[in-house]
């Protein structure tokens, strides 16, 4: 399985993932449109955290069951705790290094975040 870098901006959050990365997911609710997130799932074993724990900072708001994660110091959004599945990540893919979000092959499927609730029932897993 293909193993990518990825950090924030300044450097202080840096972190791994190993995924086969062929879809991404686009949600519209409030936090991620605004922050521009492109979503993709990791199992809790295929991320590891390289440095930068104390660099983080955390914000839930809601149902408070996501967590957002960002650096502290220049405010990137690398990654998340997601609400449909907490015990995943949540990568953004912005924050890869080594890996082409813009790729014309990736296909990015909308998640209707605004209306949570209906789209998580019906979304595949």
Same mark, same amino acid.
């Given at each position: 399985?293909?193993?990518?870098?990825?950090? /924030?901006? /300044?450097?202080?959050?840096?972190? !791994?993932? !190993?995924?086969?990365?062929?879809?991404?997911?686009?949600?519209?609710?409030?936090?991620?449109?605004?922050k521009?997130?492109?979503?993709?799932?990791?199992?809790?074993?295929?991320?590891?955290?390289?440095?930068?724990a104390?660099?983080?900072? !955390?914000?839930?708001?809601?149902?408070?069951?996501?967590?957002?994660?960002?650096?502290?110091?220049?405010?990137?959004?690398?990654?998340?705790? &997601?609400?449909?599945? &907490?015990?995943?990540y949540?990568?953004?893919?912005? /924050?890869?290094?080594?890996?082409? %979000?813009?790729? &014309?092959?990736?296909t990015?499927?909308?998640?209707?975040?605004?209306? %949570? !609730?209906?789209?998580y029932?019906?979304? &595949?897993?």
């Amino acid at each position: 399985m293909p193993r990518y870098h990825g950090s /924030c901006h /300044c450097g202080a959050v840096r972190f !791994e993932v !190993e995924a086969d990365i062929h879809s991404l997911a686009a949600c519209n609710c409030s936090v991620c449109l605004k922050k521009g997130i492109l979503h993709h799932r990791v199992a809790a074993a295929d991320f590891r955290l390289l440095s930068g724990a104390t660099a983080l900072a !955390e914000y839930r708001f809601g149902t408070r069951v996501a967590v957002h994660y960002f650096c502290r110091h220049c405010g990137i959004h690398p990654f998340t705790r &997601p609400r449909a599945a &907490p015990h995943l990540y949540t990568i953004n893919v912005r /924050c890869l290094d080594d890996f082409d %979000w813009q790729d &014309p092959l990736l296909t990015v499927q909308l998640f209707d975040g605004r209306h %949570w !609730e209906r789209q998580y029932a019906s979304w &595949p897993d």
